[in-house]
Structures are given as structure tokens and as C-alpha cells.
């Protein structure tokens, strides 16, 4: 079986001769250049799986190849050489279309993981297990950019709405990168208790604190080779901030108690619904780490910038759910669709998954009809609290009385008063609640959040 080859480019021969040795002993062949016109030139030559160059260059920098190659050979992974500590450097290249990027002095150990990921990625077609549903031309275009993204190994941040997708969106960036192999690793962040999140990241070694009973591995060692992925990461207090800065910038964690560091490797996926912009200005976030996570930034699209998707949608979701339940497909009339299509979707893709099983639970029929619904809100009323023009005080009064009897509204009662009969026999742990309600840890939040009970 052919060898892939690499493309080299420094020119201290040294370093040549390092990259070239630890490449052979992997099994790759190589051939080097001395600055960019003899770079251009093998490129048009030859086909290679993968091209290591140095930022400075006698007669350029690594950046004009970056754009030389994404213009002319997308598929090919790159990385870029830099002076230690010239993060702004890495940054740009990784902005630019790089797969990655090496700090001097080259930690071959790094080296070595950064080359097989480039070379697997070259290679392979990732079988996509997760996907994003619809037609529209805007998720047709998110799509196209989780593939873009899917080809490098720069922080990528997920925005949009709560409910959007935003970890599929991320899953989505694994499934189709180098890392698939390797896990893929979420961390609420505003799940973990403050005190434990150092533990839960890096580690601790045995005896570092009261109940450290053995050495236990971190998120950032479970995850190695893989993703891991933050989601609500503008939760992270400001004190983990500047830990989570340094383990991305050097590569390496400390265990809590821990006397060294250890290389770690991993990709690192953020996802927020807040704007980070306004609260780095607010001081709520680090602007420096800001800057390292939000290299790549991709919005995920609500629900109501592409309601056109609402069929396909709804037709998913039956089947997971008939799936998830035994019970036969339901579908749903052309007048409940209309309806939904006409909703403003505050909790997206979730809250269309709540209101189709809330359906099945309640309808009667082999169709699930309008009144099957009982949505909150419909697009041309008005939202609650605001007043409507030409209704009495007398009227608005009546109006909440009869919302305040309504089924749904009833329903609402009974599942807020067996979360908190749970939240009290489990001491308001929520993770032990969540289990003993047979939901996951992010659907009780999201019921906490719907009944007040969040800050209790």
C-alpha cells in the first residue's frame, strides 16, 4: 500500500531534519522546501496527504501558503509552525483554513497526534450519524459550514437560541472530523457544582482534598484523542476561566494536587445562547478566552427563520417518539401544521419536541388536530402580559381565569408538583432527581427553568 507523503517547509535544516525523521518512523514519506516558491513548486508536482509549514519564511509567511492552498487544494490538512507564545500567529492561520498549529519548541509527542489526525482525515469519509433535518436554504448552508469546520482542528463557538441544536450542530463537527473515532465529550457547565469543576475538568490525584480517595481522571483525560464540548460555556466562572485559557493555549492540564502537566489532546466546542461580546464588555467573561474558543464562530438557526422545515420536522420526531414508545405513528392534520408553522417556536426544535409528545399523550383521534396542540402563544397575539388594545382590565381579568383552568395549564401543576416532590426527597440533588424522573440532566433544567423553580 502506498505511503502517504508530506510536504515540508522551514528553513533551519534542523528542524527539517526533526519533522522529516519523526515522520518516517510513522511510516510517512516526505519532501522538503526551503520557502515558498519551492514549496509552490512540489505542491503542482505531487499529491500530498498533509503539509507542515513554519510561520516565518525567508521570502513570505506560512499564512500565504494557508490561502494558496485553500485556494487550490481544500482537502489537503496544513499546519503551521509558530514562535512559542505567538498565539495571535496560530490564531490567524486557523482563521485562514489551517488544520492546526505547532508551537517551538515541537513537542513531538503533540506532533505525532496532530499527524495522525490529518493523515486519518485525509483519508477517510466519516458515515455521518447525526444530522441536521431539512430542506431550507439556510440549514443547507449551516450544513455546508459544520462540513468546513468538520476539516479543521480550530475552536469553533455554537450560537443561537436555547433549544436550536447546538450540541447536534457540535456532534455533527466530530462525527465528520479526524476525531470520530475518539469521544465525544459534553460538559454542562452550569450543571457542575463551582467547587468540583477544577476535579471535574483536569483531574485530582489521590489525598488532594477530603474524599479524594484515588487518582481520578478528568474530562479533559477522558476526552483525549476526541471532543469536548462545552456547552453553556458563559456559565464557566471567571476563576475556571483562566484554567480552561491555559490548558487550551499550552495543550496541557494539571490534576488537582497534581505536581506536573500532562499533554493532553483534544479539540475544544463551545456553545452559548448568550452573547459573549456583551458580557466580555460586562467583565463577566474573559476576553482573552474569548478570543481562543470564538476562533470559528457558527449560528444555528431558530426554528422560526425556517418554519418551511416544520413537516420534515414533525415527521422526524413522530418517529422517534413511536419509536422510543411502541405506540403507532400518529400523524398530524394539514390545519395542525398551519398552526405550528405559524408559531414563534421560543424554545425551537425542543419545544416543538415537547408539544408533539404532549399531543400524542392527549389526543383522541388517529389525528392529531389544532386543539391537540394547546399552543402558549400564536404569532398576531399578544405576548403574556402585554395589553390588548380595547379589552377592559375586567376582560384581561377574565381571560386569566379561563387560561389559568385550561388543561394545559392544569398540566403544567401537576408535572410542577411532582418535580418538587422528587427535588425534596432527593435534597434538591438534581442529577439524582433527573434520574429518578427518568429525564436527562438538561430537560430538568429546562423544567426548572419553565416553573420558576430554577434559582431554589
Given amino acids: 500500500m502506498k505511503k502517504p507523503l508530506a510536504l515540508i517547509i522551514d528553513d533551519e535544516p534542523d528542524i527539517r531534519e ?3 525523521i519523526t515522520l518516517i518512523r510513522m511510516d510517512i514519506d516526505c519532501l522538503s522546501a526551503e520557502n515558498l516558491q519551492e514549496a509552490y513548486s512540489l505542491l503542482k508536482k505531487h499529491k500530498f496527504d498533509l503539509c507542515l509549514t513554519d510561520m516565518r519564511l525567508p521570502d513570505g509567511n506560512g499564512l500565504e501558503l494557508v490561502s494558496y492552498i485553500q485556494e487550490n487544494n481544500p482537502q489537503l490538512p496544513v499546519a503551521v509552525i509558530t514562535a512559542h507564545g505567538n498565539m495571535e500567529s496560530a490564531i490567524q492561520a ?6 492546526d498549529f505547532l508551537s517551538k519548541p515541537v513537542d513531538l509527542e503533540i506532533l505525532r497526534s496532530l499527524v495522525r489526525a490529518a493523515i486519518k482525515l485525509k483519508k477517510s469519509e466519516t458515515a455521518l450519524v447525526y ?28 450560537g443561537g437560541e436555547t433549544g436550536t441544536g447546538k ?35 483536569f483531574g485530582h490525584v489521590k489525598g488532594s482534598f477530603t474524599g479524594a480517595v484515588s487518582d481520578k481522571e478528568g474530562l479533559f483525560q477522558i476526552a483525549e484523542g476526541g471532543t469536548l464540548f462545552f456547552d453553556e460555556v ?32 483534544v479539540r475544544i466546542l463551545s456553545a452559548t445562547h448568550q452573547d459573549l461580546n456583551t458580557l466580555v464588555g460586562e467583565g463577566k467573561f474573559r476576553q482573552d478566552l474569548f478570543y481562543r474558543i470564538n476562533v470559528i464562530e457558527i449560528h444555528v438557526p431558530t426554528l ?53 409528545e404532549r399531543a400524542l399523550a392527549l389526543t383522541e383521534g388517529d389525528v392529531i388536530v389544532p386543539e391537540d396542540l394547546h ?65 436527562s440532566l438538561r430537560a430538568l433544567r429546562y423544567r426548572l427553568e419553565k416553573f ?5
Wanted: proline share 4%; hydrophobic share 35%; glycine share 8%.
Fill in 18 to 20: 526533526l519533522l522529516e
Fill in 94 to 99: 486557523l482563521k485562514s483554513g489551517a488544520f
Fill in 131 to 158: 444530522k441536521l433535518i431539512g430542506n431550507t436554504s439556510i440549514i443547507g448552508a449551516t450544513r455546508k459550514m459544520i462540513s468546513k469546520l468538520a476539516r479543521s482542528q480550530a475552536p469553533v463557538c455554537i
Fill in 167 to 201: 450540541e447536534l450542530v457540535a456532534r455533527m463537527i466530530h462525527e465528520q472530523g479526524a476525531r470520530s473515532s475518539g469521544k465525544f465529550v459534553p460538559v454542562n457547565c452550569g450543571a457542575i457544582p463551582t467547587e468540583l469543576m477544577e476535579s471535574e475538568l
Fill in 234 to 265: 458563559a456559565e464557566l466562572p471567571l476563576h475556571m476561566q483562566v484554567k480552561l485559557l491555559r490548558a487550551i493555549q499550552e495543550k496541557a492540564i494539571r490534576p488537582v494536587g497534581g505536581t506536573s502537566e500532562l499533554p493532553v489532546d
Fill in 304 to 356: 422560526r427563520d425556517r418554519s418551511e422545515d416544520i413537516p420534515l420536522l414533525v415527521e422526524h420526531i413522530l418517529v422517534q417518539i413511536a419509536s422510543k414508545t411502541g405506540q403507532e405513528i400518529t400523524n398530524l392534520s394539514r390545519e395542525a401544521i398551519s398552526k405550528l408553522q405559524s408559531y414563534s417556536f421560543p424554545g425551537n426544535i425542543r419545544e416543538l419536541e415537547n408539544i408533539l
Fill in 375 to 439: 399552543l402558549k402563544e400564536v404569532s398576531g397575539e399578544s405576548e403574556p402580559g402585554e395589553s390588548e388594545p380595547g379589552k377592559s382590565e375586567h376582560g384581561r381579568q377574565e381571560q386569566a381565569e379561563t387560561n389559568s383552568n385550561s388543561l394545559e395549564h392544569q398540566l403544567d401543576d401537576v408535572e410542577r408538583k411532582a418535580i418538587l416532590d422528587v427535588l425534596e426527597q432527593t435534597r434538591w440533588n438534581r442529577t439524582a432527581a433527573a434520574k429518578k424522573l427518568g429525564l
Fill in 452 to 456: 420558576g423553580l430554577a434559582n431554589k
